[in-house]
């Protein structure tokens, strides 16, 4: 099993920057690769970026240039830097990582980012 927790929503005006971590606890050993989803009301879950173990990432077309993902492998926590934020930017996010083989995924709680106008 692994837990994993997200800190760091909140509210902010368009232009601004927010920072999202998500720390992993249990079973992390069998952790391969960590990212965020995003759902705004009456949207479907959405990928935002994603990082493997060995760093290579992946980011959605919407957040290219604007939001970096990255990865403390000793401290087992991902974070998203999110900069230039713009309201359609406005949704939960939500910390998820496949294990080893894509064997089983698991999901935080999510955050509420809310930005602006």
């Known amino acids: 099993q692994v837990q994993l927790v997200e800190s760091g929503g909140g509210l902010v005006q368009a232009g601004g920057s927010l920072r999202l971590s998500c720390a992993a606890s249990g079973s992390i050993f069998s952790i391969n690769v960590m990212g965020w989803y995003r759902q705004a009301p009456g949207k479907q879950r959405e990928s935002v970026a994603d990082?493997?173990?060995?760093?290579?990432?992946n980011y959605a077309d919407s957040v290219k240039g604007r939001f970096t993902i990255s990865r403390d492998n000793a401290q087992n926590t991902v974070y998203l830097q999110m900069n230039s934020l713009k309201p359609e930017d406005t949704a939960v996010y939500y910390c998820?990582?496949?294990?080893?083989?894509?064997?089983?995924?698991?999901w935080g709680q999510g955050t509420q980012v809310t930005v602006s106008s």
């Open positions: 998820h990582c496949w294990t080893l083989g894509r064997s089983r995924d698991y």
């Open positions: 990082i493997s173990s060995g760093g290579r990432t």
